[in-house]
């Protein structure tokens, strides 16, 4: 079983930043990775199917990249760099539900997360919770630019871009 140390929740934004070389992020990224790589031998990244389609669908509609058969390769290149370096997990349907319910409530109260970011934070909930089976994960720290992973890091018990 990995360590909860060596274990990374990898973010949409991470993703993005870590391979599109003009993103804001993309040597910060590219260092945090290669840090992770040298403190760990085999370190663990995990993202869910709903990160990777918010990643691939981000890419693939960018209007950063005027070309479309550049957005089209670039989601196909990214897609295939996810699939080879992190483990994918399906969110399930009583993460989906937990994740809408706590979308609703959020919009409600004023905090602007998306229902991927809920889904991301029942998530690493959840697997802190039951120990995902078969793997027996636990994550404790989170790859992410996203401002709305640092303010819910306090309540979900995640650390956001801790090495």
Known sequence: MPSPESTYFIDTSFHISYCITDEDHHS?????????RQLYANPVFITTNLVFAET?????????IKSQHKRQQYSIDIGNDIITY?????????MFIGAWKL?????????????????????????????YKPDNYTIKKVL????????????????????
């Open 28 to 36: 910060n990224a590219r260092d945090i990775i290669n840090q992770i």
């Open 144 to 163: 992410s630019f996203d401002a709305h992973f640092k303010s819910a890091q306090n309540e979900f018990h995640f650390e956001v871009n801790q090495i």
């Open 86 to 94: 992190n483990k994918i997990i399906t969110v399930s349907p009583d």
């Open 103 to 131: 979308f609703v409530e959020r919009n409600q109260q004023g905090y602007p997360w998306s229902f991927v970011d809920c889904s991301s934070f029942v998530f690493i909930r959840e697997i802190r919770r039951s120990k």
């Open 56 to 64: 691939i669908n981000h890419i693939f509609c960018s209007q950063l």
